[in-house]
């Protein structure tokens, strides 16, 4: 927390000494004593708004209540704050105005539709202050400005109390895509041709591995072979409803960002989303180079962790990140995602199931 304080001249800090001096210098001398005792009303007013301040520094808090720092865009929600040491503000009769600043990411749906990136209120007891909120774009979001004004009467001070500790805020994209839906009535969750039958073999061999005591049916003769020491096969379920989803954000020819960047992300949520609902598993490759210059790829998983992985990874995904090609894009995806997936391409205007 940092304070300031908007004071008359008469009232800055290093005129109290001043002060001090002039009393006991006017107070002693025949005819200037009334001199000397209006000195001595202005240094105790000048000690009085010292000692009033100290007490403000030490009693003023601000208290965020529980909230949830993840969003959706153009989710609404409600954020409490309490402010503390509001009682000795009461008895000091003191005026206290709360503002509140947001960035691009929040505005505040209940403010003047001409400032909605500003909130004021009048703080005038200790009750909790329920504050509107609405995401406005993906990615993160916080506010920008805490200040707390206290007016002390007659206007002789004015106390600005700035807070750098406020909620900071994800906003995940929004899983209300209006186009996407349409692919869903198309792809065949739990029905899909397998080349692997699940009446001879309910498993799929992943790999294999040094044998140790499996059956002799589960030896791997070609990896023995290969190796020329004995090898076990490894195996995984057979799962029918797993997805790769490739999402390309560049544009047409092949290169740069698409107009599109932000609907490809609210339509690959959405796909996400209502495939993990399904009880699907679904990885997810993106044409985003991270921060070790690594294609940005969510391995295979299911289930609600894997859906709030991808959320946040979407959320990320900034315009000023790198981004390869779409031809580099679509081979990569083919030398690596799971072979019994079926692929789902987002981007480049479109949303195409294969295989």
């Known amino acids: 927390m940092h304070i300031e304080r908007s004071v008359p001249f008469w009232l800055e800090r290093r005129l109290f000494s001043v002060y ?9 001398i025949p005819g200037l004593s009334l001199l000397g005792f209006l000195f001595a009303a202005v240094g105790t007013i000048h000690y009085v708004v010292g000692q009033t301040e100290k007490q403000l520094q030490r009693d003023i ?5 529980h ?42 749906p209940d403010m003047d539709p001409l400032h909605p990136h500003t909130y004021h209120a009048v703080i005038e007891s200790d009750e909790q202050l329920e504050i509107p909120i609405q995401a406005m774009r993906r990615g993160p979001a916080h506010f920008g400005e805490l200040t707390l004004t206290i007016r002390l009467p007659w206007r002789m001070v004015v106390y600005l109390f700035t807070f750098d500790d406020f909620p900071q805020f994800t906003v995940l994209p929004s899983l209300t895509a209006q186009a996407t839906p349409l692919l869903l009535n198309r792809l065949r969750i739990g029905d899909r041709a397998d080349r692997y039958s699940p009446l001879k073999n309910k498993l799929v061999q992943l790999g294999a591995k040094p044998y140790t005591s499996e059956p002799s049916k589960e030896i791997d003769w070609y990896a023995t072979a290969k190796t020329g020491r ?46 993990i609902k399904e009880g699907c598993k679904v990885e997810l490759f993106i044409n985003h ?21 991808i959320l946040l990874t979407l959320s990320t995904l900034s315009t000023r990140d790198t981004y390869i090609p779409t031809g580099q894009f679509e081979r990569y995806i083919t030398r690596r995602k799971h072979r019994n997936s079926q692929l789902i391409q987002i981007g480049n205007d479109l949303i195409q199931a294969i295989g």
């Open 20 to 28: 001090v001096i002039l009393t006991f210098v006017f107070l002693f």
């Open 61 to 65: 808090a601000l208290e965020w209540k």
């Open 67 to 108: 909230y949830e720092p993840l969003m959706f865009n153009q989710e609404s929600a409600s954020l409490r704050l309490q402010l503390l040491g509001l009682e000795a503000l009461q008895k000091l009769g003191l005026k206290t105005t709360l503002r509140l600043h947001t960035e691009d990411g929040l505005i505040f």
């Open 230 to 275: 004995l090898q076990a096969k490894v195996f995984e379920t057979s799962n029918q409803d797993t997805f790769t989803l490739a999402l390309n954000l560049s544009g047409p020819s092949g290169y740069g960002l698409h107009t599109n960047f932000e609907t490809f992300l609210d339509q690959t949520a959405f796909l996400v989303s209502e495939l």
């Open 289 to 309: 180079l991270d921060v070790n210059n690594r294609m940005t790829h969510l391995k295979l998983q299911e289930g609600q962790p894997q859906l709030k992985q």
